[in-house]
T-cell receptor, first 117, second 115 residues
Framework: GAVVSQHPSRVICKSGTSVKIECRSL??????MFWYRQFPKKSLMLMAT?????????EQGVEKDKFLINHASLTLSTLTVTSAHPEDSSFYIC?????????????FGPGTRLTVL | AQTVTQSQPEMSVQEAETVTLSCTYD???????LFWYKQPPSRQMILVIR??????QNATENRFSVNFQKAAKSFSLKISDSQLGDTAMYFC????????????FGQGTELSVKP
């Protein structure tokens, strides 16, 4: 199957600082990647759709100036949490879309646990 | 609007037995995919099985199979010969063609396999 990596796996930062999370498709090219947020024992909440070479599409209620997404290449999307606050502490997961004849599937990264002190 | 409902927040099964997880969905679209993903304690989301709506035959992947009832909008997952490694959160998800690849997830079912 397709492999997606995320870095870092865990990050602790101070309130007011910015944190960048990278999502890479390792063995395929992905024109579309997705960013999710997940709270404990809850389902995944889609934050935004990241398209290579264009602006990200954010879901309703997600602050685009706070969660900056850049999809500069076919294998890399980044999520930057700007001016992080404790309420931004969460588990962030990315996925990459594999689109082909007869298939349209998302493969997920291992997630990043963000703790804001 | 499309929705996915998993009505069983928690389930448990004895090792080597069979368990079925329920999922219902709602959409007015005719072309879509359905998925089951597994999220073990490591929290890595793993694709378990995929079903194209136009296919009448139920998908199977080794010990995992689905019962896809399109008219009833039901998509249950059967796990045979349950193993301890099957302990995880299971999410049912719906993907509508030509809607940018977005997945709509259910609330999840936490499955515990007991020795």
């Amino acid at each position: 199957g397709a492999v997606v990596s995320q870095h870092p796996s865990r990050v602790i930062c101070k309130s007011g600082t910015s944190v960048k999370i990278e999502c890479r498709s390792l063995d395929f090219q992905a024109t579309t990647m997705f960013w999710y947020r997940q709270f404990p024992k809850k389902s995944l909440m889609l934050m935004a759709t990241s398209n290579e070479g264009s602006k990200a599409t954010y879901e309703q209620g997600v602050e685009k100036d706070k969660f900056l997404i850049n999809h500069a290449s076919l294998t890399l999307s980044t999520l930057t949490v700007t001016s992080a606050h404790p309420e931004d502490s969460s588990f962030y997961i990315c996925s990459a879309r594999v689109l082909g004849i007869g298939t349209d599937t998302q493969y997920f990264g291992p997630g990043t646990r963000l703790t804001v002190l | 609007a499309q929705t996915v409902t998993q009505s069983q927040p928690e389930m448990s099964v004895q090792e080597a037995e069979t368990v079925t997880l329920s999922c219902t969905y709602d959409t007015s679209e005719n072309n879509y995919y359905l998925f089951w993903y597994k999220q073990p304690p490591s929290r890595q989301m793993i694709l378990v099985i995929r079903q194209e709506a136009y296919k009448q035959q139920n998908a199977t992947e080794n010990r995992f199979s689905v019962n896809f009832q399109k008219a009833a909008k039901s998509f249950s997952l059967k796990i045979s010969d349950s193993q301890l490694g099957d302990t995880a959160m299971y999410f049912c998800a719906l993907h509508i063609y030509n809607q940018g690849g977005k997945l709509i997830f259910g609330q999840g079912t936490e499955l515990s396999v007991k020795p």
